[in-house]
């Protein structure tokens, strides 16, 4: 048993004389790169972060139907949106944006067991996502569009229940900043 120990640490010593002597200097360790993602596409939600409560965005005002909270996470490379409903649905997405593909893409989950995934471009101000939305009785394609609007942000979905051929509003929500009420 002491015979391989011994043999194992000779080996060590004999590998570490052979690195002293070389004449070459080991190359220097590589610099971490710093965290964060600074492309200026991983910017263009900026204008949806913030605290927000939503309305719906025709006509006067009533009651707003949710809050939501909206953040840049991970140094600047996701956008976290946590959805919370008056009637208990809370919704959590994270948002980010593929700078080899070129597309943004978003992940949402409900506590009602849905799941979406979507993925889209930003084009004139507007993100547009496509994907298929799973609950737990069946699939359906989803059409998702953020847009900054009235001093907030307009998010409008559609969904097909016909696999495509065919498009009907699913929702359409008006976000405000949340006011706090003394």
């Known amino acids: 048993m002491l015979r391989p120990f011994l043999l194992l640490a000779a080996?060590?010593?004999a590998l570490t004389n052979v690195a002293a002597a070389s004449p070459e200097a080991p190359a220097p360790a590589a610099a971490r790169p710093a965290p964060g993602c600074a492309e200026p596409e991983r910017h263009?939600?900026?204008?949806?972060l913030g605290d927000?409560?939503?309305?719906?965005?025709?006509?006067?005002l009533g009651p707003s139907q949710a809050r939501a909270h909206v953040d840049s996470i991970l140094s600047g490379c996701a956008v976290h949106e946590l959805y919370?409903?008056?009637?208990?649905?809370?919704?959590?997405s994270f948002l980010s944006?593929?700078?080899?593909?070129?597309?943004?893409?978003?992940t949402w989950l409900t506590n009602f067991g849905a799941y979406m995934f979507l993925t889209g471009t930003f084009n004139d101000g507007v993100l547009t996502l496509e994907g298929t939305s799973h609950t737990k009785t069946r699939n359906m394609p989803h059409r998702i569009t953020w847009k900054a609007e009235r001093g907030g942000v307009r998010e409008t979905g559609m969904?097909?229940?016909?696999?495509?051929?065919t498009w009907t509003?699913?929702?359409d929500v008006l976000f405000l900043k949340h006011q706090d009420k003394p």
């Open 11 to 13: 080996l060590l010593a």
């Open 44 to 48: 263009q939600l900026d204008f949806w």
């Open 52 to 60: 927000w409560d939503t309305f719906e965005p025709e006509g006067a």
């Open 84 to 92: 919370e409903q008056i009637d208990g649905l809370v919704g959590d």
């Open 97 to 106: 944006y593929d700078s080899i593909t070129k597309r943004w893409q978003q």
């Open 159 to 165: 969904m097909s229940l016909d696999g495509g051929k």
């Open 169 to 171: 509003p699913a929702f």
